[in-house]
């Protein structure tokens, strides 16, 4: 069985920087999409940002430009460095990874943006 495992999350004031790291444990996976997640207090999940095993990368228009996902496929690893956090950057972010054959979320990490 797959999990996925993150971490990175914490407090940090506004303009400051996080990376969020998300590993898949368990053997004889591969992933086509890997990326990122997340859920504001009151609102729906959104997409953060996604990366394809050949290198395709879909970002929120929102983080565009200071956001920049990263993945290291014999890992099985996805990154989210985040930069010029801004207070509404404040969710639970949660990893994703998809094959033909499965979806796969991690628990989720808070990041907490102060102002």
């Known amino acids: 069985q797959v999990q996925l495992v993150e971490s990175g999350g914490g407090l940090v004031q506004a303009g400051g920087s996080l990376r969020l790291s998300c590993a898949a444990s368990?053997?004889?996976?591969?992933?086509?999409?890997m990326g990122w997640y997340r859920q504001a207090p009151g609102k729906q999940r959104e997409l953060v940002a996604l990366?394809?095993?050949?290198?395709?990368?879909n970002i929120a228009d929102s983080v565009k430009g200071r956001f920049t996902i990263s993945r290291d496929n014999a890992k099985n690893t996805v990154y989210l460095q985040m930069n010029s956090l801004k207070f509404e950057d404040t969710a639970v972010y949660y990893c994703?990874?998809?094959?033909?054959?499965?979806?796969?979320w991690g628990q989720g990490t808070l990041v907490t943006v102060s102002s």
């Open positions: 990366k394809t095993s050949g290198g395709s990368t």
């Open positions: 368990g053997n004889g996976f591969s992933f086509n999409a």
């Open positions: 994703y990874a998809m094959n033909p054959y499965r979806q796969v």
